[in-house]
């Protein structure tokens, strides 16, 4: 089309027609608007007349998405697809690079193998973040599943083209099934090797910005090759070290916290990187989200015991735990904070007044009726009331 009079335009709005047919074909989801948006730029780019830069279009993509969707910013996928695009662009070439094999096949494969890495390059460090594990099998998989994506995208054009001419034989049609059943049985064999999946990695944000920076200048040293870069990756390897010690020292504090579930309390008691829980589960296993404070607290191991009536915060604080029995009544006994659990039938005023307690925390064991009730009383006597459900865990420092 580029050799007719006014080619390259209609290849370039053909382009874009295609692009947003098959957006409109998928539903129009978020993923695929972020896809069809940034190819459609970059078709732009690559058909123009004058010379493009690859960062500035991916740039232009960026812009006019969160143009349109700002909150794309704080999307895991959108984080996922620019970084991996950019780290396949900046990384996947000088990788390749490395190694020229003369064999056809064994040269294909090492172009799929560097566009995996490549890739990792560039989600690692967010994957970590958000989800905390590692697929070491990545490279594998993208080995097997790109030529078969290659076969199955141009054979699902075939069987439309020829559906749609009522001329689709069923030899066609088993052929095309095998091969999707056969990626699907060999990626479900990849995904079914559990030891190869590295989970419960604890990453935080200081930790994230510092691989970034560490990624950034390694490849930079990689293009330069000169004494000022291998200075620059010195010292961002410094500042990566130094954010894994700071994130250690910073979970190496000491902290209670009641958690919040419907039915049941659950009481987390934090020293270094082990965690004891108070709680009426059966099983911790009940406690889904355990996990995910386990692993964003770097915690190795965790105990676990019944609910006592108190604890000891620290040398001079006790929380009181009133359950559905409602005792409290201990003679010289004043708690500084009161934990109500599983609905008690108590006079909130008359707590309040016989042991003028700091705060007052209710989980989320209690009818909301009750809650009602005690967070109106302590509003009148003007005493701090928490309750899970509404304002999240109770954080306690035992610092």
Not at 105 to 124: P, R
Not at 240 to 266: A, D, M
Not at 271 to 285: G, I, K, P, R
């Amino acid at each position: 089309m580029k050799r007719l009079r006014y080619g390259r335009p209609l290849t370039i709005l053909l382009l874009i027609l295609i692009l947003w047919g098959f957006a409109i074909i998928a539903g129009l989801s978020a993923s695929v608007i972020r896809a069809v948006t940034m190819f459609s730029i970059i078709a732009i780019g690559m058909h123009l007349k004058r010379p493009t830069n690859i960062y500035n279009t991916l740039a232009i993509s960026v812009f006019v998405l969160l143009l349109f969707k700002p909150l794309f910013l704080f999307d895991v996928g959108f984080q996922l697809s620019y970084l991996a695009v950019i780290a396949i662009v900046a990384v996947q070439p000088k990788l390749f690079q490395l190694w020229r094999p003369k064999s056809y096949l064994l040269a294909k494969t090492w172009g799929y193998f560097t566009v995996g890495v490549a890739a990792q390059f560039g989600v690692l460090p967010i994957s970590l973040y958000h989800f905390h594990q590692f697929p070491g099998l990545f490279f594998v998989a993208n080995i097997i599943i790109i030529p078969f994506l290659g076969i199955i995208l141009g054979m699902g054009i075939l069987v439309i083209v020829v559906a749609l001419l009522n001329a689709l034989p069923q030899w066609l049609i088993d052929i095309y099934g095998v091969i999707i059943k056969g990626m699907n049985v060999l990626m479900q064999g990849i995904a079914d090797q559990e030891s190869f999946l590295f989970k419960d990695i604890s990453f935080t944000i200081y930790q994230l910005f510092a691989a970034y920076l560490f990624i950034i200048v390694v490849v930079q040293f990689g293009i330069k090759q000169n004494l000022k870069w291998l200075r620059y990756t010195l010292v961002s390897l410094l500042l990566l070290q130094g954010s894994y010690l700071f994130s250690k020292y910073k979970n190496s504090s000491h902290e209670l916290t009641i958690f919040h579930k419907s039915r049941h309390t659950i009481i987390g008691k934090k020293t270094a990187d082990a965690l004891l829980v108070y709680s009426n589960l059966d099983s911790l296993q009940q406690f889904y989200n355990l996990n995910d404070y386990k692993v964003g607290n770097n915690i190795k191991t965790i105990k676990e015991k019944t609910l006592p009536s108190v604890l000891k915060l620290d040398n001079k604080q006790n929380l009181l735990i009133i359950d559905s029995l409602g005792a409290y009544q201990v003679k010289n006994f004043k708690p500084d904070y009161i934990l109500l659990t599983q609905s008690p039938k108590v006079n909130m005023v008359r707590i309040l007044n016989a042991l003028k307690p700091k705060l007052i925390i209710a989980d989320g064991s209690n009818y909301k009726s009750a809650i009602a009730r005690w967070k109106l009383a302590c509003k009148k006597q003007k005493t701090p009331f928490h309750y899970t459900g509404e304002r999240g865990a109770f954080l306690f420092d035992l610092d």
